[in-house]
């Protein structure tokens, strides 16, 4: 059976996060974090990123059979996984690299996106103030970043933030899960 296989690339604050919720929905063959949207030549690092100097935002990029799971629902489940209202911060991370950013591909791509903000806005009183940029180069975050919160579920971060997310992320999406 040949598969209908796309890839999203955006950003919505730490990616540890992003990552353990993106792993949970069916049709979702990967996810890879890492860096996108910055001005430094060169592969950055995590160290250079969290300085905030790079304009690099933490970014995963999904790999998803859209037979399974369209590009539409992947975005929603994205913009209501995180908060799109509040500009470079998420929680307790603050600085453009935790930016909530959609980059996408090709002008379909654009144009679901574009049609997903619109819609999910009335679920929202403040504005989305995700950023809409064509893909620039990603960079593949370095290994102890994949598979963070699998790798590291008793760590104080994922304990506190990424499991109460995942929590939510049953509640509103049980029949998108593996």
Same mark, same amino acid.
């Given at each position: ?8 690339t #955006?950003? $919505? $604050?730490?990616?540890?996060? !992003?990552? @353990?919720?993106?792993? &949970?929905?069916?049709?979702?063959e990967? =996810?890879?974090? $890492?860096?996108? $949207? ?9 160290? +250079?990123?969290? /300085?905030?100097? !790079?304009?690099?935002? +933490? =970014?995963?990029? =999904?790999?998803? *059979?859209a ?10 489940? #994205? ?5 799109p209202? !509040?500009l470079?911060?998420q929680g307790?991370?603050?600085g !453009? &690299?935790?930016?909530?950013?959609i #980059? %996408?591909?090709? /002008?379909?791509?654009?144009?679901? @996106?574009?049609?997903?903000? @619109? ?11 995700t950023?809409? /940029?064509p893909?620039?180069i990603? %960079? ?8 963070? %919160? &699998? ?5 104080? %971060? ?8 995942? @929590? ?6 049980? *029949?998108?899960? &593996?």
């Amino acid at each position: 059976m040949i598969k209908n296989i796309q890839i999203a690339t #955006f950003g $919505g $604050g730490c990616f540890w996060c !992003t990552e @353990a919720v993106f792993q &949970q929905i069916k049709g979702v063959e990967k =996810v890879v974090s $890492g860096y996108a $949207g910055g001005n430094v030549p060169g592969k950055p690092t995590y160290r +250079e990123i969290c /300085s905030g100097l !790079t304009g690099h935002a +933490e =970014v995963i990029q =999904v790999t998803f *059979d859209a037979d399974i799971i369209s590009f539409e629902d992947i975005l929603v489940i #994205f913009l209501t996984t995180h908060n799109p209202t !509040t500009l470079n911060r998420q929680g307790a991370d603050v600085g !453009t &690299q935790y930016r909530s950013v959609i #980059f %996408y591909h090709d /002008s379909i791509q654009q144009e679901i @996106a574009e049609k997903v903000i @619109a819609n999910v806005q009335a679920y929202y009183a403040e504005k989305i103030v995700t950023e809409l /940029s064509p893909l620039p180069i990603f %960079y593949e975050a370095e290994d102890y970043h994949q598979n963070y %919160y &699998q790798n590291n579920k008793s760590q104080g %971060y994922c304990e506190y933030v990424i499991t109460p997310k995942l @929590a939510k992320l049953r509640k509103l999406y049980a *029949d998108k899960l &593996q």
